[in-house]
């Protein structure tokens, strides 16, 4: 059992996708929680390891996945795997995504496409 407490939430800046705050990135738990809040258009980019869910808990989303437009709704996940270019197009003015990563996000993994 691990538990992961509010006070180990860390806020954190990806190359491609800016501020966000880390839930959980623990060497002891195979997936990291990342919340993005407000989250605007992001530089396009893959992971060479890392397969992302996103989970949007509020607002929409318009995202480009290996060259496909997808509209995300509240509710709405996503599933993308490693090697697919991903960016967020546009998105809603209040907007919440929780990614979950798998193996956990390092910035190593994230490259420019």
Not at 60 to 78: N, P, R, S, W, Y
Not at 80 to 103: A, M, R, W, Y
């Amino acid at each position: 059992m691990k538990i992961i407490k509010q006070s180990n939430y860390k806020e954190v800046t990806s190359n491609t996708c800016g501020k966000l705050v880390e839930l959980c990135n623990d060497s002891d738990v195979p997936i990291s929680i990342t919340k993005a809040e407000n989250l605007k258009s992001t530089i396009k980019h893959k992971h060479h390891d890392s397969t992302e869910i996103y989970w949007v808990t509020q607002g929409e989303l318009e995202l480009e996945v290996a060259d496909k437009t997808v509209k995300l709704e509240q509710g709405d996940i996503i599933s993308i795997q490693p090697g697919e270019s991903h960016k967020v197009i546009s998105s809603s003015e209040n907007n919440t995504v929780i990614v979950l990563s798998t193996p956990p996000w390092s910035p190593e993994d994230e490259v420019l496409d």
